[in-house]
């Protein structure tokens, strides 16, 4: 339970921050006020999509296609209708990631990982770089683990070490949401566009023109060179921003000061449970926990060792999936205790659950008709092969503050990114990069992804914004000038 014994006004908590973190707060006041949640914004984009159809000249209504496969030629209505459930599978790999991380993060060995992990920093400005190093490695790896395992290691790390500022720490968990996890092996646009069970067949249709085939590996999106230094240098500018970021212990605002209570010490055991009646040794027994894990591993070695070309050309969403719920189940030992854990991570998926059906029916509507090629062409006309990639790290930071889907709203845009794409002759793995690395900026700069840290360390979205909005002004700048200078190094298609 969180309290609040300290009032003070709203200078004195702005005392002896920066002019960029009361910039921020004033942001974050306006957007609480004025902007609508995940969900208003979903609903509203449904009807701007619709009108900008009708503005553009499509047909409300128009004539159905009578092939059941067709993808072009609906009027809006019908398309919407076409695209609602066109992303169920990509729906239900979503919510796996964000439960099976939860279940992964909160699992007992890596509860006592994280008691090691935070004996480690020796001073508060140490603790904050740290915490943003591994919330970035942690992000890189599953961006649902890494906010819970983060957060978790933050609180951990406040209780131990004295002069922490409770804001700057709790800012700097969230930090991989907001840098590389979309570049990571959990980005939902490249692993969804390197799958063709994952990437609906419009998108599939524009890669197909350039590339001879529907999909993009991985090996030409997260792991092209281009991609892994973009990232390397996001990396290092905001560990060299958290340090600097970083109250004096002085000015520090604890958790004490703060009126935070951050409760008992992190649990590193199971809860004790015992069977009521024989029936449920299945649900006790490790037996069967260690059997399964073995089949599974087996699987994957099979499954990456039969890989066309690179091995990481297995990596998709399912992979990630499977490779997750394995280390929770090994890592929980007994059934029981990792059906526990997926019930408590179940809620962190209803948002993904009720928002990407009506994204794909935007979706629908854009990919199905023809107001993709409007959009593309009106790309094409204000922008060139040089300054495309920009223009779309820009556009996607934009509307990702106001449309904050983790990664859904790529199917809404691919067929209108791809196709201006194609148009200029600019490399479409790199696009998805592109995209990604704006996509991340914009969690920056709005709440929404930092709910689940935000929960676990009983802090509010005012609370850390002027760190994460210092950030921003930082690594965007950065991010638009790497993917306009590496984007002349790599070839079309």
């Known amino acids: 339970m969180t309290t609040n014994p300290i009032k003070t006004s709203e200078a004195e908590v702005?005392?002896?921050?920066?002019?960029?973190?009361?910039?921020?707060?004033?942001?974050?006041?306006?957007?609480?006020?004025?902007?609508?949640?995940?969900?208003?914004?979903?609903l509203i984009g449904t009807f701007v999509v619709l009108a900008l159809g009708l503005l553009s000249g499509e047909s409300l209504l128009g004539t159905t296609p009578s092939d059941p496969e067709a993808t072009t030629g609906f009027g809006l209505v019908d398309a919407w209708g076409k695209g609602f459930w066109s992303l169920i599978e990509f729906t239900l790999?979503?919510?796996?990631?964000v439960i099976a991380g939860y279940a992964v993060a909160v699992s007992p060995p890596v509860a006592r990982l994280i008691v090691w992990l935070a004996a480690l920093p020796r001073t508060p400005r140490g603790a904050i770089t740290f915490t943003a190093a591994v919330a970035m490695t942690t992000a890189y790896v599953n961006w649902a683990f890494s906010l819970v395992f983060t957060a978790i290691l933050a609180k951990e790390i406040a209780r131990r070490l004295p002069g922490v500022d409770y804001r700057a720490i709790g800012a700097m968990a969230f930090l991989g949401l907001g840098t590389v996890w979309a570049q990571g092996l959990s980005g939902s646009a490249a692993l969804q566009v390197a799958s063709a069970t994952s990437s609906p067949a419009a998108v599939q249709k524009i890669i197909a023109e350039e590339r001879g085939s529907g999909v993009i590996p991985l090996t030409d999106t997260i792991f092209l060179w281009q991609g892994i230094v973009a990232t390397a240098v996001v990396f290092a500018v905001a560990v060299t921003m958290a340090w600097f970021l970083a109250p004096s212990p002085e000015r520090a605002m604890t958790a004490e000061r703060l009126g935070i209570d951050l409760g008992p010490a992190l649990r590193t055991k199971s809860p004790s449970s015992r069977r009521s009646r024989p029936g449920e040794w299945v649900e006790f027994s490790p037996t069967l926990t260690i059997a399964l894990f073995v089949l599974g591993v087996w699987y994957l070695a099979r499954h990456f060792a039969q890989a066309e070309g690179n091995p990481l050309n297995a990596l998709d969403l399912n992979t990630v999936n499977l490779i997750l719920i394995l280390l929770a189940l090994i890592l929980h030992w007994r059934p029981v205790h990792l059906a526990r854990a997926f019930r408590e991570g179940a809620p962190a998926a209803s948002g993904v659950l009720l928002q990407f059906p009506l994204y794909g029916g935007i979706f629908g509507m854009i990919a199905f008709t023809g107001l993709h090629q409007t959009i593309a062409d009106w790309l094409v006309s204000v922008s060139n092969e040089h300054l495309y990639p920009a223009l779309i790290g820009i556009y996607s930071c934009v509307l990702g503050v106001f449309v904050p889907s983790g990664g859904g709203k790529w199917v809404v845009e691919a067929p209108y990114v791809l196709g201006a794409a194609n148009e200029l002759h600019v490399n479409q793995g790199w696009m998805v990069v592109v995209y990604d690395l704006g996509e991340a900026s914009a969690n920056l700069l709005q709440p929404f992804w930092m709910l689940p840290t935000l929960a676990i360390l009983g802090l509010k979205a005012r609370d850390i914004m002027g760190y994460t909005f210092a950030m921003f002004l930082a690594l965007f700048p950065t991010v638009l000038v790497l993917v306009t200078l590496?984007?002349?190094?790599?070839?079309?298609?």
């Open 486 to 493: 590496l984007a002349q190094t790599l070839a079309f298609p």
């Open 93 to 97: 790999q979503m919510a796996i990631i």
């Open 14 to 42: 702005s005392r002896g921050e920066t002019w960029l973190a009361r910039l921020a707060l004033r942001f974050t006041r306006f957007s609480e006020k004025w902007l609508p949640d995940a969900l208003g914004f979903v």
